[in-house]
């Protein structure tokens, strides 16, 4: 059933799209969640402490005061240690339900990328889509969101309790009164790990980034020829493709095997260093206890602690390639949502109020590249309520001239008016929401044709819908589908014929009634009889409307109020029908082609 109710969208206020680097970006999306966030951090810190550091104090005030007889001469001491570490551990282990909302936390920061995500696909220009995969571009997004999810869990899980096993060392050592120098040497094991950690993880990084780009490069080519499934049989390609599919397998492979060479030497070095500070603490307790300076029970809580950090180096060493593995992953994410907008709505943005539609182009400047402009200096008026049809040949900046009405692309000179308002100065969404475009190419969703004509508006009631199929005859041929009008129509209207495609776009533009209409070739994927019924159609369809069509068979604009003939970027020629064929220029010569084609 088609949801129409309205959900919160994601926001880029406050968003650091300056950058890609993680840690802005990690605290951007946490930012909701700080309260929550700043008492699991809290609560995972006491937790960890109190294991490694407060219980074995504990445990070792208790022998100690057997140890030195205090225990016999004052009882109680024996009786409030014990009190004191039954009340702690049972706090501690009540606290631990609280972390069930750890992994809730990575849930939900994991659902906002995803989210924002796909905003920032809509916000990007056309230009950067035409030129993206649209597999790597998802692959970005759920890659990303996922490691942001276990970012989050690896901070709880890995990196407090890395922490905090340190804290709760040098506090147990402490408050046995052991010399400072345990703390210094604890510490310095932390610090020359840490470093070590963070300068060997760069050159895995490196590796890790180059993996994640081939394989958002393997997945948008393997995407493609998914996409083109009927070319690929058509012309026995499945051979290639399997082909190109086990070369990109192969790349990957060799970049996996060269991070996990890397990743085990980084193992290594970091389990030496820590292997160095353990048997350096060791040998220190062990002379100072030899030369009886230090009691056996302090003894032993070193030799904890120094057990107790190693499995914690241990398994952190272990957990940290897959740290730099989420950080790439989730930076591949921020670089697409810091990525440059090339067309925004200005600070003070009003909607799109269309009275008239009348359309100004004043002086338009426009190049995809520099070095070729298609507009220079091009002068348009429509009038309101005017049918005004564009012929030209490929390249003459027909297409161009639609994309940079919807505000697809802004000019670089001067200004695009619609009813006195520029175009640059309201909304992109009370733009488009003004303007009905049926295109060339259709673009239809794998959902059912009631849902596909109902995008035009998506209030639409279903009796609103199947008006619309009637009024672009699609009605007959959609009550005939397995499904009816709850029929799916398959990726891209693929279990549709082009005219009937067509016929949805057109069904899709009338129930959207907007008073602008913009027909790119709408006719073009219909034979002689469905053209026919189709005219009738939009007829009705364009009323007061203004109107811009695009055509390659000028059969279908020859009855429109005005006809513009383009050529490399210009206006070459402009009038009537009949006034264009008295000219004897390229629209007559066009005509005359078609005709005797005919």
Not at 193 to 211: E, H, N, T
Request: aromatic share 10%; hydrophobic share 45%.
């Amino acid at each position: 059933m088609f949801s129409r109710h309205k959900v919160a969208q994601p926001t880029f206020q406050g968003a650091p799209v300056h950058t890609n680097h993680i840690l802005p970006w990690v605290s951007f999306f946490l930012r909701p969640h700080r309260r929550l966030f700043a008492v699991l951090t809290v609560n995972r810190l006491f937790r960890m402490v109190f294991f490694v550091g407060i219980q074995p104090l504990l445990i070792a005030k208790m022998v100690q005061a057997f140890e030195n007889g205090t225990a016999y001469a004052n009882p109680s001491i024996m009786w409030n240690l014990m009190l004191t570490f039954a009340v702690l551990s049972s706090i501690v282990y009540v606290l631990i339900i609280v972390c069930t909302e750890e992994a809730k936390l990575g849930d939900r920061t994991s659902r906002s990328a995803r989210l924002l995500g796909l905003a920032q696909l809509n916000r990007l220009s056309v230009q950067w889509h035409e030129e993206s995969d649209s597999g790597g571009k998802l692959q970005k997004i759920m890659t990303g969101s996922i490691g942001l999810r276990q970012l989050i869990r690896s901070y709880f899980l890995n990196i407090l309790s890395f922490i905090a096993g340190f804290i709760g060392s040098a506090i147990a050592l402490v408050g046995m009164g052991l010399p400072l120098i345990y703390v210094a040497m604890f510490a310095g094991l932390m610090v020359t790990y840490i470093a070590a950690a963070w300068w060997s993880s760069i050159f895995v990084a490196r590796g890790y980034d180059k993996q994640n780009q081939l394989l958002e490069n393997l997945i948008g080519k393997v995407y493609e020829f998914v996409n083109a499934s009927l070319t690929v049989k058509i012309f026995n390609l499945g051979d290639h493709v399997l082909a190109h599919a086990q070369e990109g397998e192969q790349t990957g492979y060799k970049q996996s095997s060269q991070i996990y060479t890397l990743d085990y030497c980084r193992w290594i070095g970091l389990n030496f260093i820590g292997l160095f500070w353990m048997l350096l603490i060791t040998y220190v307790a062990i002379t100072q206890t030899l030369s009886q300076t230090l009691s056996l029970t302090a003894f032993a809580l070193v030799v904890y602690q120094v057990l107790k950090v190693w499995n914690m180096m241990e398994d952190f060493t272990s957990m940290y390639s897959e740290i730099i593995e989420q950080s790439s992953a989730f930076k591949r994410l921020t670089t697409l949502l810091a990525q440059h907008v090339q067309v925004t709505d200005i600070a003070a943005t009003t909607p799109l109020k269309v009275e008239n539609g009348a359309i100004e182009f004043r002086n338009v400047s426009f190049a995809y590249n520099a070095k070729h402009p298609v507009f220079e200096g091009l002068e348009l008026n429509i009038l309101p309520g005017e049918k005004v049809g564009i012929i030209g040949r490929s390249g003459s900046g027909k297409s161009t001239l639609i994309k940079l009405l919807l505000r697809f692309y802004d000019p670089v000179g001067n200004e695009i008016i619609i009813d006195r308002q520029n175009i640059r100065t309201v909304s992109q969404d009370s733009l488009r929401q003004n303007i009905a475009v049926i295109p060339q190419d259709v673009s239809l969703f794998n959902h059912s044709v009631m849902d596909n004509i109902r995008y035009g508006r998506l209030a639409a009631t279903d009796d609103e819908v199947i008006q619309a199929a009637q009024l672009a005859n699609a009605d007959e041929f959609i009550r005939k589908l397995p499904a009816g009008y709850q029929t799916l129509v398959g990726e891209k209207g693929a279990k549709l014929s082009g005219g009937q495609c067509q016929r949805i776009a057109i069904a899709r533009a009338i129930l959207k009634d907007a008073p602008i209409l913009i027909l790119d070739e709408a006719t073009s994927a219909l034979d002689t009889h469905s053209e026919q019924l189709i005219q009738a159609s939009l007829a009705r369809l364009m009323g007061r409307k203004t109107v811009i069509a695009i055509a390659h068979r000028l059969s279908t604009i020859a009855a429109l109020d005005r006809i513009l003939v383009f050529d490399k970027g210009r206006i070459v020629e402009e009038g009537t029908h009949q006034s264009l064929l008295a000219q004897n220029g390229l629209y007559a010569k066009l005509w005359q082609s078609q005709t005797m084609h005919n």
